[in-house]
């Protein structure tokens, strides 16, 4: 699908690909897109190494997404964004990858589910702003709604195992940490 004109640049930190429902709205929305999305093969390590420790015995499905990730999202890699870590200053200095890498690609927003890792005062400087899986998704759909709840909506009945009703999915969501979406979803249920 052609990216809507102004549809932000997003790097997505490791935190909100971890969770599958997150990461599969994310990956959607892009796809339709509603975003651009981006990561480095570090935010990636991450995301693997953190699932497999989580979940070892499904080290073949985990592999699978990974190059699957790889495969389909190729421009969603950034690279050379290595130089500029150094001179960055965030309370873990592990994360200053993330934002070297939102820098390099001119992304508008990070999100993150560790807002209190980016502060605003230093996201400012570069004109990046930090925010939650579930607000980011939210403004989304307020933004793009009938673009974004269609997307949903093909998510909804992708899912069959379980399958899902309208109200059903919107539960989901609560559950899966986003509520906000869940509510949005909620307003809009005969859309989905």
């Known amino acids: 699908m052609t990216p809507i004109a102004d549809c932000p640049v997003v790097v997505l930190d490791a935190n909100v690909l971890f969770p599958f429902r997150t990461r599969d709205i994310l990956l959607r929305f892009h796809h339709a897109g509603l975003l651009q999305a981006r990561w480095t093969e570090r935010i990636l390590d991450e995301w693997t190494r953190s699932l ?3 979940k070892p015995h499904l ?9 699957a ?3 389909h999202f190729d421009d969603a890699l950034v690279s050379g964004y290595e130089p500029l870590v ?9 994360d200053r990858h993330v934002l070297a890498a939102a820098i390099r690609c001119g992304a508008g927003y990070i999100v993150t589910n560790n807002l ?3 502060p605003e005062e230093v996201l400012t400087r570069f004109d ?3 925010m939650s899986a579930d607000a980011f998704l939210s403004q989304t759909v307020e933004l793009y709604a009938s673009e974004a709840l269609a997307v949903l909506r093909a998510l909804r009945a992708h899912y069959r195992n379980p399958p899902f009703t309208p109200s059903g999915f919107v539960l989901d969501l609560t559950a899966k940490g986003l509520p906000r979406l869940a509510a949005l979803a909620e307003r809009h249920r005969e859309l989905l």
């Open 52 to 54: 497999l420790a989580r």
């Open 86 to 94: 150094e001179a960055l200053d965030l309370p873990d200095a592990d």
């Open 59 to 67: 080290e073949g499905s985990i592999r699978s997404q990974r190059r």
């Open 128 to 130: 990046i702003g930090a």
């Open 69 to 71: 990730m790889d495969e």
């Open 116 to 118: 209190a890792d980016f």
